[in-house]
């Protein structure tokens, strides 16, 4: 586990090197959206959060530097106002992230990994690996928005190689739901339990660009009767017309990703949008979102064990085959590109690609009990936010599985969010 734990800090911090030394310190140090931090803030707060969780909390070590604690608390520093504050400069940040990664090197060779819950498997460990992986992401959406010519380069994620079909039919039936086996699941995903579907349809593959396309030229941004009454009203305040980074090219459709302009491709999964824009596309189409249940059990569920695997492919972690995380590639692959990610019941391309919303507003699941903290996840519960499931291209494998939720406002797109429909099963509709 030791050897484990210092692999995936290792990947992590290398992802963080690379997302910071691509750019001058006037860019670290910049905010490119209100949305987002300066990457300086990013970098310090992932050395911050291991000084007290790990050397402090776990290793029950001095303080590195305490007196920076308050400036990067995310709970007490709102986004926008990061930038005003007393930062440490970049060459400070980096030697702050080397100081405290040396000390839970020589605490990681000496700790016991004992019952105590923070401890037990690692947990600890596998929390912090998490977060920097996570706000590695949010680096990465920073990026997106970051102007001026490219800086990161990434191959072409792989052609599709099957065909896929429109929809699969999801039996009714009982399924588990959430986790009580997996060492780093985060409480969210805790405790596992079963739910009971009615049988559903959903989506093959995540709505692809040139859906959404067609949706667009229907008419699907001027028409109010696709949007619901929040939709409609964030939408004309707005002013939405595409998803986010498209270009109007006369028939065609331009996308910018990060600092290059490509032409839009039909048979990607479509990112960058918002809650209220796939709510009023699925509206479109004759669907809906799938509640995030339905979206687990199609990812998870085995009928012919009838257990829940790990992912939509069976229970080992994410290799190259199976789906497109991790940075690897730039965008999202096109539908047919992971046959070997598909789930026991067709579904493709659940995991990786893009974050897809689900119409369920982010909660507790029953038994929920907060750990270690209650900042990270049950102060967000409530109506205010809706879950997205599956990763991203720019989700990492160790922030990534089949019980992983994440959640944000219906009004935000600058992450990498696309969606996929659901319905309801028709009279005429056989069950098999
Ligand atoms: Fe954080």
Redesign the pocket.
């Known amino acids: 586990m030791r050897d484990c734990i210092a692999v995936e800090l290792a990947r992590a911090r290398a992802r963080t090197t690379l997302l910071t030394e691509v750019v001058d310190d006037a860019d670290l140090t910049r905010q490119h959206s209100p949305l987002m931090s300066p990457l300086v803030w990013d970098l310090a ?1 992932v050395g911050n ?1 291991e000084e007290l969780w790990l050397v402090r909390d776990v290793g029950g070590r001095e303080p590195v530097r305490c007196d920076i604690d308050e400036l990067y608390d ?1 709970f007490k520093q709102p986004r926008r106002d990061r930038p005003a504050l007393p930062l440490l400069p970049p060459a400070e940040a980096r030697a702050y992230l080397a100081t405290v990664r040396d000390k839970v090197h020589d605490l990681l060779d000496a700790v016991a990994f004992t019952e105590r819950p923070l401890v037990a498997d690692g947990f600890a460990f596998g929390m912090i690996v998490q ?1 920097e992986q996570q ?1 590695d992401e949010t680096m990465l959406a920073t990026h997106q928005l970051r102007s001026g010519p490219a800086v990161l380069h990434a191959p072409a994620p792989p052609e599709p190689s099957v065909r896929v079909g429109a929809e699969v039919l999801v039996p009714a039936g009982e399924f588990t739901m959430g986790t009580d086996t997996d060492p780093w699941a985060l409480d969210n995903e805790r405790p596992a339990h079963r739910v009971d579907l009615p049988a559903y349809v959903i989506d093959a593959a995540p709505v692809t660009n040139g859906q959404y396309a067609a949706f667009i030229a229907d008419g699907g941004y001027t028409e109010r009767r696709w949007w619901s009454p929040a939709g409609w009203e964030h939408r004309v305040r707005e002013q939405l017309s595409a998803p986010m980074h498209w270009r109007s090219d006369g028939d065609d459709w331009s996308y910018r990703r990060f600092g290059q302009w490509a032409r839009v491709r039909a048979d990607e999964p479509v990112v960058h949008v918002c809650w209220y824009e796939a709510q009023a596309y699925a509206a479109w189409a004759g669907k809906r979102l799938p509640t995030e249940a339905e979206w687990e059990k199609a990812a998870r569920w085995d009928p012919t064990t009838g257990r829940s695997r790990r992912y939509p492919w069976g229970d080992d972690d994410p290799t190259e085959a199976h789906a497109n995380l991790g940075q690897r590639h730039l965008r999202p692959a096109p539908v047919g590109a992971y046959p070997a990610g598909v789930s026991p019941l067709g579904v493709h391309q659940l995991i990786g690609d893009v974050w897809e919303w689900t119409s369920t507003a982010f909660d507790g699941h029953p038994g929920f009990a907060a750990f270690p903290y209650r900042e990270y996840s049950e102060v967000f519960f409530g109506d205010d936010y809706r879950v997205l499931r599956g990763g991203s291209f720019g989700t990492d494998r160790s922030a990534c599985r089949g019980t992983f939720r994440n959640w944000d406002y219906p009004i935000r797109r600058q992450i990498f969010s696309g969606f996929r429909c659901a319905r309801d099963v028709r009279p005429d509709e056989s069950y098999r």
């Open positions: 707060h959060q995310a977060h706000h």
